[in-house]
């Protein structure tokens, strides 16, 4: 073990380094396109180059003339293979309109990237060539890209939906019928505000992959994917193809990432099934960067309303939220659900009376598919309401941070019970606020912003903060039930004490960067005194962890991490029983400290696990009735969603000239409970803030009125290197979760939650003396230029008020 830092006796809470990196910087680590497969054939998919065509035909001729082709097929060759449509595990309402969706498109294709047809070679590159060749005659159609848009109807896209509209889900919580109304006729202040979620491609380093291996008798086959869900893909895929499900493996190598993109069934992998089953060869595919920027889903996509009422003093009186969400060209796994998980979370932070009004409307575009991206309509819905609370300051002539301290949810009143009903587990946003304020130095920044925001000034300086909460942990099942989510929430988890108190545990949750290894190996090293290098973590393989709901949703820790806990208490129990009749002693006697069973005031009566473990091994002299080995299992199902918090600050300074942003400070203070390994937290929380300060700066998935991407390359979509992005000023505070036993809350996602609304706060901040009340994303020089040249107006070109 090699710590870095003075930490605490025990191993939790240290900051152990990641097991998982030597391998990831050595190259040792194996991915999908790593894995040598003698004799597997390899596909290309060939996509639509048009947003919206009908497919008059496809000849494969040339295509399978070509030197190494093996087969090459269309979708109604294909179109006997699917047992059922392409899944989506969401159908949020009953009356969700959910085009069918099969993995190649047949009658017409729906976007840039829709897939027409497939063509297998032996080797990539003469499938890659022979794709070329397939010549599909198209008849373009008109596409439609822009949301509101698509709800008018103009052009159906999906005819025998007969609209593009895909469904309405509303919440409306009112403790008297008619409160929102009344709040808001009865407002000393309002502000009504509209903001864009830009598409975002979410740019997992690793692109996608996939390889199917038939086994040549028997007909089972192993499916290796770069997913987050192996688990759920193993069902999927069964369900898909109508194939026994014990007759399939999934395993998801080391996968380079994924940022909700791979929680997914994708095309690509019910292909490679089919096909490898159909051939009897394996199939494998590899996605190039630029097919992953229009096959892969995307993230976001939205246009939100936000109304704020509020009495004098600024307390909030009711919200009200109307929202058109973009779900592409068809319904991918969970996309309708992803505004509803933004849902619950546009009151933010603060103490909202019963007076509650969101609704959401999705329609389909011409345009790739969304899903799942970090965050997951969470942080859509803390950019709404910490724009609008910044809106709102403003329009009091208030300081924003003055606002939310008068709003907070105060600490005495965890647990606490919001309208929507859901109860926020624990949380002190004064204490996190405060901090914050402290290490940006809030005051001091106001201070010199005094002095250098003065008429004529060309550099400006903002500061903006967000304060956020996060319902995080997805479970619990019947939870997941009410909103129609398809799946369950809980982790399943086995601890194995070996023969030579060598630990392996099996987990169901499937990491693609968050360290699993070396937490769950930390959980069990605390709770059975071993050390954490004694402990092998198995997962990601449906064969050897055969149950479990995956890596997505910052789930891990506080359900599957906490099944680890669960399961080695029963180790212990069962542990206590051996050492207990081998002692001669009670049960009720013993205490279990540092991995050894002693004798409450007998400390030479004592009997270590490893010996325990030996005995349990044999089977020599165990109580009657107890079997042997040394092994338990638990599948938990938490009683609530987790609430990670806090409160991020950034300051800013605005070139006038250029629409230059540069980000001077960021400030993140992160409450995620109890901290497993705070290394880890903080690598989470460095990594969530740099793609929320992306999306606040620099990401935007542009597309034309056709419905061509236009930045789908790494050259023009811009994702932040390091020297583009400011270094980090970490704090953080420990409000335990009294929901499980560990007091954790999930943290792979709150960094993206707070950043994009502290940046564009900041960037606001800076320029309100101008007239600048709002600032789309990404805040590009060009934008925020722009912007400030129409609030000071063609008068005053090229100066500052
Ligand atoms: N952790 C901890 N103490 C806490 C909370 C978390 O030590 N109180 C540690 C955990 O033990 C775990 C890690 O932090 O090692 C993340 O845990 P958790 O918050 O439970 O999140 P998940 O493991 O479920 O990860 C999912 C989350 C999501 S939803 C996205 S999107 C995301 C993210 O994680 N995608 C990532 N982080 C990513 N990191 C990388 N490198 N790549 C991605 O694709």
Redesign the pocket.
């Known amino acids: 073990m090699t710590l870095v830092e003075d930490g605490p006796t025990t191993v939790l809470g240290t900051r152990l380094l990641r097991r998982e990196d030597p391998a990831l910087l050595t190259g040792e680590a194996k991915f999908t396109n790593d894995l040598v497969v003698p004799g597997a054939l390899h596909m290309v998919v060939v996509r639509s180059p048009y947003a919206h065509a009908a497919i008059a035909g496809i000849d494969l001729d040339s295509a399978l003339a070509a030197p190494g082709v093996v087969a090459a097929f269309t979708g109604a060759d294909l179109a006997h293979l699917w047992a059922a449509p392409m899944p989506c595990a969401w159908p949020v309402t009953t009356d969700m309109k959910n085009p069918a969706h099969y993995p190649l498109a047949t009658g017409k294709a729906c976007y840039v990237g829709d897939g027409v047809a497939v063509v297998l070679a032996t080797s990539e590159v003469a499938a890659r060539d022979a794709a070329e060749l397939v010549d599909v005659r198209y008849e373009p159609q008109a596409a439609v890209v822009d949301l509101e848009d698509a709800l008018s109807d103009r052009i159906v896209i999906h005819p025998d939906l007969g609209t593009n509209k895909s469904y309405q889900w509303d919440l409306k919580i009112e403790g008297t019928p008619g409160q929102v109304d009344q709040a808001f006729a009865d407002a000393a202040y309002k502000v009504s505000e509209r903001y864009v979620q830009q598409r975002l491609i979410p740019i997992?380093m690793e692109p996608r992959a996939v390889c199917a291996v038939p086994q040549p008798f028997g007909g089972d086959l192993t499916l290796y994917s770069t997913t987050?869900v192996p688990h759920i893909l193993k069902v999927m895929t069964a369900v898909t193809l109508g194939m026994p499900e014990h007759q399939l493996r999934v395993i998801a190598p080391a996968v380079g990432?994924?940022?909700?993109s791979?929680l997914n069934v994708y095309a690509e992998e019910l292909l490679c099934v089919a096909l490898a089953l159909k051939l009897g060869r394996p199939v494998r595919w590899n996605e190039t960067r630029s097919e992953n920027a229009v096959a892969t889903t995307h993230g976001r996509g939205q246009i939100q309303h936000i109304e704020l009422a509020a009495d004098a003093d600024g307390k909030l009186t009711a919200v009200r939220v109307r929202l058109l969400a973009d779900m592409g060209a068809y319904l991918q796994l969970v996309a309708p659900g992803v505004p509803l998980l933004g849902a619950f979370l546009y009151a933010g932070v603060y103490d909202l009376p019963l007076a509650y009004d969101f609704s959401c409307t999705s329609v389909f575009t011409t345009l790739t598919p969304t899903d799942?991206?970090?965050?997951?309509g969470r942080p859509e819905a803390t950019y709404a309401i910490e724009r609008a609370i910044d809106a709102l300051a403003d329009t009091m002539g208030i300081d924003p941070m003055e606002l939310r301290q008068r709003n907070f949810i105060r600490k005495e009143q965890f647990p606490y019970t919001a309208m929507t009903g859901l109860v926020y587990d624990s949380g002190d946003h004064e204490a996190a606020a405060a901090k914050a304020a402290e290490l940006a130095d809030y005051a001091g920044v106001r201070r010199r912003q005094a002095g250098q925001n003065v008429p004529g000034a060309t550099k400006l300086l903002g500061i903006g903060q967000a304060s956020y909460f996060e319902m995080?942990?997805l479970a619990p099942s019947r939870v997941l039930a009410s909103l129609n989510y398809s799946a369950g929430g809980w982790e399943a988890a086995t601890v194995r004490v070996l023969p030579t108190n060598k630990i392996q545990v099996v987990t169901g949750?499937a990491?693609?960067?968050?360290?699993?290894e070396?937490?769950?190996s930390m959980i069990v090293a605390d709770k059975l005194g071993v050390s954490p290098a004694d402990v092998d973590v198995l997962h990601s393989d449906t064969a050897i962890a055969p149950l479990g709901l995956d890596?997505?949703?910052?789930?891990?820790?506080?359900v599957?991490?906490v099944a680890i806990a669960m399961a080695c208490d029963k180790v212990i129990d069962k542990a206590r029983k051996i050492a207990a009749h081998q002692l001669e002693a009670d049960e009720a006697d013993l205490e279990f400290v540092g991995g050894t069973f002693s004798v409450k005031g007998s400390p030479d009566k004592a009997m270590p696990l490893a010996a325990i473990a030996f005995e349990a091994f044999t089977a020599h002299n165990l109580p009657d009735g107890l079997e042997p080995n040394l092994e338990a299992h638990t599948t938990y199902d938490p009683p609530n969603f987790s609430w990670p918090f806090g409160t991020h600050i950034c300051t800013v300074e605005v070139d006038t000239e250029t629409g230059q942003v540069e980000v001077l400070q960021y400030v993140a203070v992160d409450d995620?409970?109890?901290?497993?390994?705070?290394l880890?937290?903080e690598?989470?929380v460095h990594?969530?803030v740099i793609q929320g300060l992306a999306q606040a700066l620099f990401e935007e998935a542009v597309h034309d009125g056709d419905g061509n991407l236009k930045n789908g390359s790494l050259i023009e979509y811009l994702v932040p290197a390091a020297s583009e992005v400011p270094s980090l000023t970490l704090g953080h505070t420990v409000t335990p979760s009294p929901t499980n036993q560990l007091g954790?809350?999930?943290?792979?996602?709150a960094g993206t939650i707070g950043a994009a609304p502290a940046v564009i706060n900041a960037v606001v901040d800076a320029l309100s003396h101008l007239g600048v009340r709002d600032m789309p994303m990404p805040a590009s020089p060009n934008t925020v230029w722009a912007a400030i040249q129409s609030a000071i107006g063609p008068a005053s070109q090229g100066a500052s008020k």
């Open positions: 997992a987050q990432g994924g940022f909700g791979k799942a991206y970090r965050g997951a995080c942990g949750t990491p693609h960067g968050q360290g699993h070396t937490s769950w890596t997505y949703g910052s789930r891990s820790l506080p599957g991490g995620c409970g109890v901290r497993v390994n705070p880890i937290v690598g989470q990594g969530g954790v809350k999930g943290i792979g996602e």
